[in-house]
């Protein structure tokens, strides 16, 4: 606590000093000189680094993640937060984020207080997993019941929880784990604010999505959400909005109107996967509804209802009749449905 005190009290001469910190470096310890090797090193943070100084950075930090002692980082955890994340922009901005997921894993740990306790760089390390497409080790992550502990303790902000949640969301996703996704997205909905972040409204886009495709119908958000997202969150998603209304209609040409209109909005904010997926349930739905009514029924009669061709049609039928959601036959030289 004393050290601590003299490297608070010295920041300014540390980041006038930051040029010279790979040869002091050098000579400490990175286990047993945690607490200074993170000011010197998250120091360095702030700087455009040289290629030689970038190349020490990542491997001095690459190490230190994997080592540093968890009292230490501990008393700094803002700190050590700082150098971990310019460790990984660094790695994602070359392109090798698959290399940043063990350091992170260590680095999670030693900055928790205690097991399971949810930490700033959790929602680092679900980004790092889901730009490298390694949904294993993100989906063993957010499985794990992560309690919230004194922000002060582990440098948690409102930030960090709503990019857990929207991550985690994300993960979920990737797995069709559609319920857990929802939950996640719901999360970043409820958490008290006063001004409504770019974080909720992309949550909020990929709820009214999942939504849809879990219950065929886009749900309200809790009374218990704050005022601000209560009244303003579907005015700043209104591309979304637009696309519940036509889903909702049943009606296939409604929807594609509302997806060929926006299809660019829906693919930049990449949620074009998921629109799509809509439409494949919806379809589903108009035959499992069509099919209640009728015995037989020409593939033409549910082609024009559904949009599509023929062999779409007839593909999408023996794929219902394939997973048991649809019970019938198609006589192909009829060109019926036979119920």
């Known amino acids: 606590v004393q050290l ?18 790979p040869l002091l470096i050098q000579e400490l310890h990175l286990t047993q ?15 455009q680094l040289s290629q030689e ?41 070359l392109g090798t984020p698959r290399h940043v997921i063990v350091p992170l894993q260590s680095a999670v740990a030693r900055l928790q207080p205690s097991a399971n306790t949810l930490t700033p760089l959790h929602a680092d390390l679900l980004q790092v997993c889901l730009v490298s497409k390694f949904y294993g080790i993100a ?14 303790r582990t440098g948690l902000t409102a930030k960090d929880f709503l990019l857990y949640c929207y991550y985690g969301g994300m993960v979920f996703l990737g797995e ?22 770019s974080i909720m409204i992309e949550s909020y886009k990929k709820y009214v999505l999942v939504c849809l495709l879990l219950h065929g119908k886009l749900d309200s958000i809790p009374k218990y959400t704050s005022q601000v997202v209560q009244r303003t969150i579907a005015n700043q998603c209104m591309v979304y ?12 040409g409604k929807l594609n109107e509302v997806i060929a209109k926006y299809e660019s909005v829906y693919d930049k904010d990449h949620n074009l996967g ?10 589903k739905f108009i035959v499992q509804r069509v099919t209640r009514t009728y015995l037989t029924i020409s593939l033409e009669q549910l082609a ?15 794929r219902m009749i394939v997973s048991s959601s649809l019970s019938g036959k198609i006589d192909n030289s009829k060109g019926i449905l036979i119920l």
């Open 4 to 21: 601590l005190g003299i490297l608070n009290a010295s920041e300014q001469l540390i980041r006038s000093l930051w040029k010279d910190f």
């Open 33 to 47: 000189h945690s607490l200074p090797c993170v000011f010197f090193l998250e120091a360095m943070v702030g700087h």
């Open 53 to 93: 100084q970038q190349s020490f950075f990542l491997d001095t930090t690459r190490r230190f993640m994997l080592c540093a002692d968890s009292v230490q980082i501990q008393l700094a955890p803002d700190r050590f937060v700082g150098v971990c994340r310019k460790y990984k922009d660094i790695h994602v901005s």
């Open 139 to 152: 989906l063993s992550v957010v499985q794990q019941g992560l309690a919230l502990e004194d922000p002060k």
């Open 176 to 197: 069709q784990m559609f319920a857990d996704a929802l939950d996640f997205f719901l999360n970043a909905l409820t958490v008290p604010a006063v001004v409504l972040s």
């Open 241 to 252: 909005m637009e696309f519940a209304k036509a889903f909702s209609s049943h009606d296939m």
């Open 274 to 283: 998921l629109v799509r997926q809509c439409c494949d349930s919806l379809r």
């Open 304 to 318: 024009d209802v559904l949009k599509l061709d023929k062999k779409k049609t007839e593909k999408l039928l023996v």
